[in-house]
C-alpha cells in the first residue's frame, strides 16, 4: 500500500516541512449576470478573503450561518470550484498551477464528503462499483485486490459486506452517508473535507456518523476539514475552529479555547445558541437580529456590524484585523 | 466497464450475497406486472406479427387489380371486402401495415441516432458549437413539423421522385422533423447530469472522461432515451400516415394505412364503402394507442427508485 500511496502523488514533490494543506488569501467571487447581454453587473462574493493552514493529522472545524461561503471554501480548496485569487498549497504545491493530469492524479489524496447523501450517489451505480471505481481508474490496486479492498472499507464504515451489490436507493440517508464516507476512504485521503455530512440526516443518526468520524480519525490519523453551521457538531471532533461570516474569517482558535474564551462577538453569539446540558460557564444570550447581507453587497468596515451588538462609528468605516491574541487565538474585532 | 461487483461476484457468491439482479431485470419485472403496459406490448407484437407474416398466408395477391370484383362488402370470401380497383382489402392493409410499421421504427432510429450525437457534442463542446446545433434545432422546433413535411412532400412530387423510393425518402422526412426534439433532449439531460452531485464526486475522485460518460452519464439518460424513442414511433407512425393521406408521403400502390384511408377521400366511398376507411383507421388508431401505453409503462418502470 505505501507504493502506490506514492503511485498517486506521483508528479508532484512534497515540499519538506510545508504543511498538508495552506490556503492564503482565498477569493472567491461567482459573476452576477443580467440584462439582454448577459452582462457581468457584479460579483457575490462567496469566500473573501481566507487563510488557513491545516498540518496532517490536524481537525479543523469550519462554521458559521448558512451562505457564509463555507461550501465555496471546501470546494475552492479542492478546485471543484475555480478560485477568483489567492493560492491553494498541498504540501507546498499549487493546486490551481498544475496540468489537468497531474491534478486528476492528485485528486484521490483530497476527498469531499457531501452534504447530501442522496443526490451525490448515482443512483444506477452498485454501492461496490461507487467505492472501488476510483481505485480501479486511477491503477491504483489491481483489480483482483479490489472487492477486498472494498470490503476492508465497508466494515470499517460500519457497513456490511452484502451490501456490495446493493443499489444506493436501499439505503438509508445514514448508510448512504456511510457510503459516502466509505468512497473517500478507500483511496487513503491525506485530506477530507466534509462539508455539513450530518446536517441531511436524522438528530438520532447524526451522532453516529459523527462517532464514525471520529473513531476514523484516531484510527487513520486523518486530516479533516469540517464543515458546519452548528458550533456542537464540531465541538467533540476538531481540534481547531474557525468562524466565518459572509467569506470571512472571524475568528480561529484551538477548540477549548474558543469554547472557553470567545473573544468575536459573532462567535459568542453562536456559541450561546448551542445548548449547554451542564452550564458550565455562563453564557450571555446574544440574539443575532436580521439575516445574513447579501454576499454580493457586504457592509463596509466589519462586515458584521449591522448585526453586532456592539458596533460603533470605526466598525462602520475601517476592516478589524486579523490578529493573533495568543495561544493560537486569531480574531477580527476592533473591541478586543 | 470494469465492475467490482459483477465480474468478481461471481467466483465469490455465498448465500450471504447473493448476486442481485441488475436494474434493467428489476425493471423487466416490474413491466411484467405492469398489465397494461404488458397488453400494450402484446398488441404491438401482434401487429407486427400479423402484418409481417400474415400476407404470406393470403390467398390474394397484393397490387393485384381485379376491376370484376371491385367495391365488395365484407364477405366470406374478402373479409374486409375489396377496394375501388378489386384489390383485397385485408391484404393491402397487412401490407400497409409493414410499410407504416417499418417507416415508424426506422424514422425513430434515424432520429434518435442524429439527435442524441448532435445532443451529446453540443452538450460537450458547449460554446459556439452548442449555438449553432441548438439554434437550428429550435428553428425546425418552432415551425410546426406538418407544414414543414407538407413542404417537403410537395417539393418530392414536384421533383418526381420515383414511388418507390418515397418510402425511404418519407423515412428520412421524419427523420428530420424528429431529430430536434432528441437532440434537445439529450442535451439539457447531459447538461442536467453534469451539474448532479454524483457527477461532482466523479470529479472529486479523478475518475476520467470516458469512465465518468461510460458509467454514470449514458446509464442515467438511456433510460429516457428509450421512452421518448418508444413514444416517439407512435407520432412517426401518426405523421406518415397524414402525409401519405395527402398524397404527400407514400404514394400508391404501395399501400400504407395512410394512404389506404385516402381512397376514401369522397362523400360516396366514406358513406357507403366504409370497410375501405375503418379497418386502416383503426389499424392506426389502436398501433399508436398500444405504442404510447407501453411507453408510458416503461417510463414508470425504468426510474431505479420505483420499488414492487
Ligand atoms: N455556484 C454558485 N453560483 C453563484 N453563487 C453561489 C454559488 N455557490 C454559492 N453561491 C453563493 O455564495 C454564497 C456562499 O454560499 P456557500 O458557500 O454555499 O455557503 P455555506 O456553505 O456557508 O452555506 C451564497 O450567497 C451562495 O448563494
Ligand atoms: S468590529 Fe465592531 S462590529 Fe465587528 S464584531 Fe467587533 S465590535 Fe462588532
Ligand atoms: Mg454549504
Redo the contacts with the bound molecule.
Keep these: 500500500m505505501a507504493e502506490l500511496t506514492i503511485a498517486a502523488s506521483e508528479g508532484i514533490t512534497p515540499q519538506q516541512n510545508a504543511p498538508l494543506l495552506e490556503v492564503k488569501d482565498l477569493k472567491t467571487y461567482f459573476p452576477i449576470k443580467s440584462g439582454l447581454f448577459n452582462r457581468t453587473v457584479g460579483y457575490v462574493k462567496a469566500v473573501d478573503g481566507i487563510s488557513l493552514t491545516l498540518q496532517a493529522g490536524e481537525t479543523f472545524g469550519l462554521v458559521g450561518e448558512s451562505g457564509s461561503g463555507k461550501s465555496t471554501v471546501g470546494r475552492s480548496i479542492i478546485r471543484l470550484t475555480e478560485k477568483t485569487s489567492g493560492e491553494v498549497l498541498y504540501k507546498g504545491n499549487d493546486l490551481y498551477n498544475m496540468p489537468e493530469k497531474e491534478l486528476r492524479h492528485l485528486r484521490p489524496k483530497m476527498q469531499l464528503i457531501f452534504q447530501d447523501p442522496y443526490s451525490s450517489l448515482n443512483p444506477r451505480v452498485r454501492v461496490g462499483d461507487a467505492i472501488g471505481e476510483a481505485l480501479l481508474n486511477h491503477g491504483l490496486a489491481p483489480k483482483e485486490e479490489t472487492r477486498d479492498r472494498v470490503l476492508d472499507v465497508l466494515q470499517a464504515c460500519g457497513l456490511s459486506s452484502y451490501h456490495i451489490d446493493r443499489f444506493p436507493h436501499e439505503f438509508s440517508g445514514g448508510q448512504r452517508q456511510r457510503i459516502g464516507i466509505a468512497r473517500a476512504l478507500i483511496l487513503n485521503p491525506d485530506l477530507i473535507i466534509a462539508d455539513e455530512p450530518v446536517s441531511a440526516l436524522d438528530v438520532s443518526i447524526q451522532a453516529q456518523i459523527i462517532n464514525l468520524f471520529r473513531k476514523l480519525q484516531m484510527t487513520r490519523g486523518l486530516t479533516y476539514l469540517f464543515i458546519s453551521h452548528d458550533l456542537s457538531v464540531v465541538e467533540h471532533l476538531c481540534s481547531r475552529i474557525g468562524v466565518m461570516y459572509l467569506g470571512t474569517m472571524m475568528e480561529t482558535a484551538p477548540r477549548d479555547e474558543l469554547f472557553t474564551h470567545p473573544l ?3 462567535t459568542k453569539a453562536l456559541l450561546s445558541a448551542v445548548p449547554v446540558p451542564i452550564p458550565r460557564l455562563k453564557r450571555e444570550r446574544i440574539v443575532l437580529k436580521g439575516d445574513i447581507p447579501n454576499p454580493a453587497n457586504p457592509p463596509a468596515g ?1 462586515k ?2 449591522t448585526r ?1 451588538p ?3 462609528d470605526i ?1 462602520r468605516q475601517l476592516v ?1 484585523e486579523f490578529r493573533h491574541m495568543g495561544s493560537e487565538h486569531y480574531v477580527a ?3 478586543v | 466497464m470494469s465492475s467490482i461487483t459483477g465480474g468478481l461476484a461471481d467466483t465469490k457468491q455465498t448465500a450471504a450475497s447473493p448476486i442481485r439482479s441488475s436494474l434493467w431485470r428489476q425493471a423487466f419485472r416490474r413491466l411484467r406486472k405492469n398489465k397494461l403496459a404488458m397488453a400494450g406490448l402484446a398488441f404491438i407484437v401482434f401487429m407486427f406479427l400479423v402484418c409481417f407474416f400474415g400476407p404470406l398466408f393470403s390467398p390474394y395477391a397484393n397490387n393485384k387489380i381485379n376491376p370484376a370484383i371491385m367495391n365488395q362488402a365484407p364477405s366470406f370470401k374478402h373479409w374486409l371486402g375489396t377496394d375501388l380497383l378489386g384489390r383485397d382489402v385485408l391484404t393491402r392493409l397487412l401490407q400497409a401495415g409493414r410499410i407504416s410499421l417499418t417507416v415508424g421504427i426506422a424514422s425513430m432510429i434515424i432520429s434518435v441516432i442524429i439527435g442524441s450525437i448532435l445532443g451529446a457534442v453540443a452538450a460537450y463542446y458547449r460554446g459556439i458549437v452548442d449555438q449553432i446545433i441548438m439554434r437550428i434545432a429550435d428553428l425546425l422546433l418552432t415551425i410546426p413539423s406538418l407544414p414543414i413535411l407538407f413542404i417537403l412532400g410537395a417539393l418530392l412530387s414536384e421533383w418526381k421522385v420515383p414511388v418507390e423510393y418515397r418510402m425511404y425518402i418519407v423515412m428520412l422526412m421524419l427523420s428530420f422533423v424528429g431529430w430536434p426534439g432528441l437532440a434537445r433532449l439529450v442535451r439539457s439531460q447531459m447538461l442536467t447530469i453534469r451539474e448532479r452531485e454524483y457527477m461532482q464526486a466523479a470529479i472529486v475522485l479523478g475518475l476520467n472522461d470516458r469512465r465518468k460518460l461510460f458509467n454514470h452519464m449514458i446509464p442515467n439518460i438511456v433510460p429516457l432515451l428509450i421512452v421518448i424513442s418508444t413514444l416517439s414511433i407512435g407520432g412517426a407512425i401518426l405523421s406518415e400516415s397524414v402525409l401519405s393521406f395527402f398524397g404527400l408521403g407514400v404514394m400508391p400502390p404501395t399501400p400504407t394505412w395512410g394512404n389506404m384511408i385516402d381512397a376514401a377521400n369522397n362523400l360516396i366511398d366514406f358513406e357507403q364503402h366504409p370497410w375501405l376507411w375503418i379497418p386502416p383507421g383503426v389499424a392506426i388508431f389502436t398501433t399508436v394507442i398500444a405504442i404510447n401505453i407501453f411507453g408510458d409503462g416503461l417510463r414508470d418502470v425504468l426510474d431505479p427508485k420505483q420499488k414492487k
Design positions: 468575536h462577538p459573532y466589519c458584521f456590524h453586532c456592539y458596533a460603533t466598525c478589524p474585532c476592533h473591541l
